[in-house]
């Protein structure tokens, strides 16, 4: 590993106009960290990694980099860019086990962060090393959201989550799991004990539903569910999953790991079309994972699920469409069916608070600085964006933290 790291870090070209950086959701700044560790100066570059996105170690490593950093990079003309993925992750690492952040935390300065998924981890690291009397509020037991029950082990390690618990809880920050806030504590309850601002974060847990016949059967289970606790699951030997973004992928990589031997991706487009990234795809198809392209369900039975073939084709008005070839339906067998059509965000905040404004989706709407329609309450992450990328929350977070502590100076003399 330390060699490749060591090989990468070199072949870099040291742009004097980095693509790389630009291709970067949070930029960061790639060109300065494989400079320092070019002069051996590790945790300088870790610093720089940290301070600019808290969560490097973790887009290190689940980054769609072929479509951010390394896409941009200049060696793409010559197909093989830096691999800058690993050495994020290696650097960011090491800086993790030697911080100590031990801030003088302002008990007037309260924010109360309502989930603690990336956006929510970023914002309370960001505004914790600052001061911030910062508590979070965690549906489950543990902290990371969909970074610890949404992602698999084999692509994101949980002790890295156990170390971000550790910081924070070394930083002051407080911590509340198993709290759900909405049906008993609502954001009105929060305010009244003192909080200043309120952050929400709490991502999109609710599954969408195919609408189909079959859907309650006992062998279908909805994907965000199922990668909660795979190990609760009794899905057989022969399972299909129906969807084609990146929890699909991760559905069907987990049921491989979870000793069924035969595992089908069901897409209703061409592989072109998936929304998932590149080399997830390819990296399901290393681990054995089928993929069955065109191909739409209609109904769920008893031991098989009925598909039908579907086809694009170019309308009238230019635009393409998808339509189904007539006859072409068949049932697949299979043990267990994993449904994977995206979520979106569970309603029991909005429910019990008035003033936060959703769009069609359900998703919270903010302004360009992360306010929501309720003042004193910001937003962002995927339960406003829908799930996008990790880096992509860090990003919105990034501006939500400072519009927090630019609220907070101003509204109140602390």
């Not at 996105?53 to 860019?81: A, Q, R």
């Not at 090393?129 to 084999?154: A, C, N, W």
């Not at 692509?155 to 198993?178: E, F, Q, T």
């Not at 992450?381 to 939500?400: P, Q």
Request: glycine share 8%; hydrophobic share 35%; charged share 25%.
């Amino acid at each position: 590993m330390i060699k490749h790291i060591y090989e990468e870090n070199n072949r870099c070209l040291q742009c004097k106009n980095p693509f790389c950086e630009k291709g970067c959701p949070v930029n960061t700044p790639i060109k300065e960290t494989i400079r320092l560790l070019k002069e051996n100066k590790i945790n300088d570059a870790g610093k720089l990694l940290f301070e600019n996105n808290p969560l490097s170690v973790i887009t290190g490593l689940i980054c769609p980099h072929e479509e951010y950093c390394e896409g941009h990079c200049i060696l793409n003309k010559k197909g093989n860019p830096i691999q800058y993925g690993s050495i994020e992750n290696y650097v960011s690492d090491y800086y993790l086990n030697n911080i100590d952040f031990k801030p003088e935390i302002n008990p007037d300065r309260k924010v109360a962060v309502i989930g603690s998924g990336p956006a929510g981890l970023t914002v309370s690291i960001i505004l914790a090393r600052k001061g911030y009397d910062i508590t979070i509020f965690e549906s489950h037991d543990k902290i990371g959201g969909v970074l610890r029950y949404g992602i698999p082990e084999f692509r994101l390690p949980k002790s890295i989550l156990d170390k971000y618990y550790k910081i924070l809880i070394n930083m002051g920050v407080k911590i509340r799991p198993n709290t759900l806030i909405g049906p008993v504590l609502t954001l009105d309850d929060l305010f009244r004990d003192g909080y200043k601002a309120i952050f929400v974060a709490t991502g999109t847990w609710k599954p969408r539903k195919l609408n189909i016949k079959g859907e309650s059967l006992g062998n279908v289970y909805y994907a965000i569910d199922y990668l909660r606790n795979p190990s609760m699951h009794n899905i057989g030997k022969k399972v299909c999953v129906i969807g084609g973004g990146n929890v699909a992928i991760d559905s069907a990589r987990t049921a491989i790991r979870s000793g069924s031997s035969e595992v089908t991706i069901f897409y209703r487009r061409g592989e072109k079309d998936m929304p998932s990234s590149k080399n997830e795809i390819n990296y399901a198809k290393f681990d054995g994972v089928n993929f069955e392209f065109n191909k739409a369900p209609k109904e769920i039975k008893d031991g098989c699920v009925n598909f039908i073939t579907t086809k694009e084709v170019i309308s009238e008005d230019g635009t393409e469409k998808l339509i189904e070839v007539e006859d072409s339906d068949y049932c697949y067998a299979a043990d267990s069916i994993i449904i994977s059509i995206s979520q979106g965000p569970k309603s029991n905040i909005v429910n019990s608070t008035k003033g936060i404004k959703l769009n069609k989706l359900g998703l919270v709407v903010i302004d360009e600085t992360g306010k929501t329609t309720k003042e004193g309450v910001f937003a962002s992450g995927d339960v406003v964006t829908g799930a996008k990328t990790v880096v992509e929350a860090v990003a919105s977070a990034k501006i939500a933290a400072n519009t927090i502590e630019k609220y907070i100076n101003e509204k109140y003399d602390i």
